[in-house]
Nanobody
């Protein structure tokens, strides 16, 4: 049974930074592609960033490019999302998702394992 737990969310002023963590257990973490999604109130869940099971060049949603950095530490079974220059539009519930099919997907339905989310609120 794969368990995914996000942490690191909170309230921050516009221009500030947060680092989200995604801890996984139950399977070999290095076999997973890891992605971050977010869902703002009243909106659909949207892709933010992904990093493949072998690392390599991450993928980002356009508004995240240059501000967010996804990384992973397989020895700690943990992935991260460093978010800088946060904007009120980044306010959302952020989810970590895992896929073990060696894909590199941006659609939520392609990910099988999800955490409960961590809330990020950016004040103006």
């Amino acid at each position: 049974q794969v368990q995914v737990v996000e942490s690191g969310g909170g309230l921050v002023q516009a221009g500030g930074s947060l680092r989200l963590s995604c801890a996984a257990s139950g399977r070999t973490f290095s076999s997973f592609t890891v992605a971050w999604f977010r869902q703002a109130s009243g909106k659909d869940r949207e892709f933010v960033a992904a990093i493949s099971w072998i690392g390599g060049t991450p993928r980002y949603e356009d508004s995240a490019k240059g501000r967010f950095t996804i990384s992973r530490d397989n020895a700690k079974n943990t992935a991260y999302l460093q978010m800088n220059v946060l904007e009120p539009e980044d306010t959302a519930l952020y989810y970590c998702a895992l896929d073990d099919r060696r894909g590199y997907y941006t659609a939520a339905h392609d990910y099988d394992y999800w955490g409960q989310g961590t809330q990020v609120t950016v004040s103006s």
